[in-house]
């Protein structure tokens, strides 16, 4: 998640309540302890206290924070560790993609996939990650901003982009891959798919077959470190789809009110944030 601070110099942590619940969530998968919501919470806040010098003023960035759960007890065979890690630990960013807010371009990848039915495609865990990084390495090394991935039974629905997940907007309608067990349900992908409804958007969550984006007025992806992103092409089998990219955004709209809430220039009357003191 990320902390930002305010205007007036309050700090903000966005929707930590529903990190905690997502590595509650994922740690059963993977058949760890783990800490209490509010445990979970309280150590997020008293490192982000400590480390408050290093939050950026308004608008030059955000105090990004990675709680992590690990294995550290010792063992050799296949089984869960005897003991655990539990740390938090932050670091000042800006933009995540070298394009900044830039269209990103993005490579559909059919030799690889980022997981399958069954697995752990929707546990934020290493295992969620480290599959990507050969398809992440060939598309940068062609140009491209980042990977988006093929369902691995049919390779024919969209699934997500290597760090985020992925929406298309046709007219008033915004559709997204549901979370099916091999896409990863983001905070911030929930909380935009409230917002575009606040918004009179009709959202949609279901298969969206690849041969969709050929129709579809504007592409953008979501996530933490992201924020919300516009895609500007999508190559796929060596034709490059292009979106709009210029002029009224429906990306931009909804990612004017996500900062606003996550930086207190818009009222929280949702319950999203929470102050540090």
Same mark, same amino acid.
């Given at each position: 998640?990320?902390?930002?601070?305010?205007?007036?110099?309050?700090?903000?942590?966005?929707?930590?309540?529903?990190?905690?619940?997502?590595?509650?969530?994922?740690? +059963?998968?993977?058949?760890?302890? %783990?800490?209490?919501?509010?445990?979970?919470?309280?150590?997020?806040? +008293?490192?982000? %206290?400590?480390?408050?010098?290093?939050?950026? @003023?308004? &608008?030059?960035?955000?105090?990004?924070?990675?709680?992590?759960?690990?294995?550290?007890?010792?063992?050799?065979?296949?089984?869960?560790?005897?003991?655990?890690?539990?740390?938090?630990?932050?670091?000042?960013?800006?933009?995540?993609?070298?394009? &900044?807010?830039?269209?990103?371009?993005?490579?559909?990848?059919? +030799?690889?996939?980022?997981?399958? @039915? &069954?697995?752990?495609?929707?546990?934020?865990?290493?295992?969620?990650?480290?599959?990507?990084?050969?398809?992440?390495?060939?598309?940068?090394?062609?140009?491209?901003?980042?990977?988006?991935?093929?369902?691995?039974?049919?390779?024919?629905?969209?699934?997500?982009?290597? %760090?985020?997940?992925?929406?298309?907007?046709?007219?008033?309608?915004?559709?997204? @891959?549901? /979370?099916? &067990?091999?896409?990863?349900?983001?905070?911030?992908?929930?909380?935009?798919?409230?917002?575009?409804?606040?918004?009179?958007?009709?959202?949609?969550?279901?298969?969206?077959?690849?041969? +969709?984006?050929?129709?579809?007025?504007?592409?953008?992806?979501?996530? /933490?470190?992201?924020?919300?992103?516009?895609?500007?092409?999508?190559?796929?089998?060596?034709?490059?789809?292009?979106?709009? %990219?210029?002029?009224?955004?429906?990306?931009?709209?909804?990612?004017?009110?996500?900062?606003?809430?996550?930086?207190?220039?818009?009222?929280?009357?949702?319950?999203? /944030?929470?102050?540090?003191?």
């Amino acid at each position: 998640m990320k902390a930002n601070r305010t205007q007036d110099g309050r700090i903000l942590l966005f929707r930590a309540d529903q990190n905690a619940g997502r590595m509650r969530h994922g740690a +059963e998968r993977m058949c760890m302890p %783990s800490p209490s919501i509010d445990q979970f919470i309280d150590a997020v806040k +008293e490192t982000v %206290s400590a480390n408050k010098r290093w939050i950026p @003023p308004p &608008g030059k960035g955000s105090l990004y924070v990675r709680p992590m759960l690990l294995g550290t007890g010792p063992i050799l065979g296949l089984a869960p560790a005897p003991e655990y890690t539990f740390l938090v630990y932050v670091s000042p960013v800006g933009y995540y993609f070298k394009e &900044g807010t830039a269209p990103l371009n993005l490579y559909i990848e059919e +030799e690889y996939v980022r997981a399958s @039915p &069954g697995g752990a495609g929707g546990v934020k865990s290493i295992t969620n990650y480290a599959p990507v990084m050969k398809a992440i390495a060939k598309a940068k090394d062609r140009g491209f901003s980042d990977v988006l991935y093929l369902d691995a039974i049919n390779k024919k629905y969209l699934e997500e982009v290597s %760090s985020c997940n992925i929406f298309i907007v046709k007219g008033n309608v915004i559709s997204t @891959p549901a /979370t099916n &067990g091999t896409i990863l349900e983001g905070v911030t992908r929930k909380s935009i798919i409230e917002i575009a409804k606040d918004h009179g958007y009709q959202v949609e969550e279901r298969p969206v077959a690849v041969d +969709e984006l050929v129709d579809a007025d504007e592409v953008f992806c979501t996530g /933490t470190a992201v924020g919300v992103a516009l895609v500007g092409s999508i190559t796929y089998r060596n034709k490059r789809i292009e979106f709009r %990219s210029e002029g009224r955004l429906v990306c931009q709209q909804l990612y004017s009110t996500l900062v606003g809430l996550q930086t207190g220039r818009i009222e929280d009357k949702k319950g999203w /944030t929470l102050e540090i003191n």
